[in-house]
């Protein structure tokens, strides 16, 4: 299975700043995930980070938004740019590792951002 | 396209009871069926899989059965603890896809 840390764990933000979140993962992986939860939500998918390649963001997310960076196998940030109160949410890393036989997800502990 | 529906919470039980949390998809394919669990404060844990039909996943007292006749992965506990109060997620990742689709989410509260 994937090991993956992400810093920070937390944060508190002021309205219009950015943070920048990191994701290591312990092994090579070809994709990763950013996910969304919002408080008492589901999880929602915002894109699909590649390396090598821009991401494919899910519908109602946006580059100029959370800018995402793939530099290597087994790292990728997210940036939430021009924060507002509405991006308080828990964001996940997660990868796909298909190396017991099937598909599975591994996620990160995820990072808890409050937007003041 | 590909969906979970599980049930909507929030469940209340009390220390011992019996639990049950229902949980149907939609999908193409032969998809594997996962149940997470999120404690209070923490990110997201896989708590039991199933990747073929009629598997049953187990983990700390829970199981879930893939059942393909009925497209159900129905949650189960034979006796719950003040410690599972969490939130339950159902999801299916689908044979070569690389998406989970996750469920709203169903969030129990055990009381002692």
Redesign the interface.
Known sequence: SAVISQKPSRDICQRGTSLTIQCQVDSQVT?M?WYRQQPG???T?IA?ANQGSEATYESGFVIDKFPISRPNLTFSTLTVSNMSPEDSS?Y?C?V?DDRGG?????????T?LTVL | GNSVTQMEGPVTLSEEAFLTINCTYTATGYP?L?W?VQYP??????LL?A?KADDKGSNKGFEATYRKETTSFHLEKGSVQVSDSAVY?CAL?N??????I????TRLFVKA
Do not use: V
């Open positions: 994709m995930f939500q589901s999880l998918l699909t828990i996940l997660s796909e099937y598909n599975e997800q591994f996620f990160g502990p995820g808890r | 594997s996962f997470y404060g923490e990110g997201l844990q896989l899989k990747t997620f990742l044979t070569g896809g690389f998406k989970t996750f469920g709203a989410g």
